[in-house]
């Protein structure tokens, strides 16, 4: 049923000429997203988020580095959550999307509404758990790449479709910033 309704969605925006985005512009604009992220939370914290990347400290003495490893993981989950929820609000993407000509809209051809943007970016906090990020992403990528619809699961979830933004109606493309 789901599926159906996904299909019929796809084949509508196409009758309008909208042009979905393919696979690879997706997955960079996300690491571009990755890059200015944790740029961004390097310089401010003068590089000591990367300690949430070493492991191996959690074993060398757990109950001092504990604290800070947890910290670091904090700073790192909720810098993302708030990036994509106010990205998405005020300019309806991302930068990485923005930057290669990405737009998100909704099921039915519209602006996604400001209350989903929540959801789509706690939803992608999923790949940045480590290791199972990874393993999450590949199956979203090829997801994105057999299926008919082109959308992952953070789309099926959130009811939404990356499409080129130049590829949009001039009423809906005023809109993005």
Same mark, same amino acid.
């Given at each position: ?26 997955? $960079? ?5 990755? &890059? /200015?992220?944790?740029?961004? !939370?390097?310089?401010?914290?003068? @590089? %000591? =988020? ?18 800070? $490893? ?5 700073? &790192? /989950?909720?810098?993302?959550? !708030?990036?994509?929820?106010?990205? @998405? %609000? =005020? ?87």
């Amino acid at each position: 049923m789901v599926e159906n309704i996904a299909k019929q969605m796809v084949a509508d925006l196409s009758k309008e000429n909208i042009v979905i985005a393919i696979w690879w512009k997706r997955a $960079f604009a996300f690491v571009l997203d990755i &890059i /200015f992220i944790l740029g961004t !939370l390097v310089l401010f914290t003068r @590089g %000591r =988020i990367t300690f949430a990347w070493e492991f191996i400290i959690l074993f060398d003495n757990p109950s001092e580095t504990i604290f800070w $490893f947890l910290i670091n993981w904090f700073l &790192i /989950f909720a810098a993302f959550w !708030l990036y994509f929820k106010y990205s @998405g %609000r =005020i300019m309806q993407r991302s930068l990485g999307q923005r930057f290669l000509k990405l737009a998100i809209i909704y099921g039915d051809g519209t602006m996604m509404p400001e209350k989903n943007w929540e959801k789509r970016a706690f939803y992608k906090l999923r790949y940045l758990l480590p290791l199972i990020g990874i393993i999450i992403g590949i199956i979203d990528l090829i997801k994105i790449m057999r299926g008919e619809t082109h959308q992952s699961r953070i789309d099926w979830y959130t009811n939404t479709i990356v499409v080129m933004d130049w590829s949009l109606p001039s009423e809906i493309r005023v809109l993005l910033k």
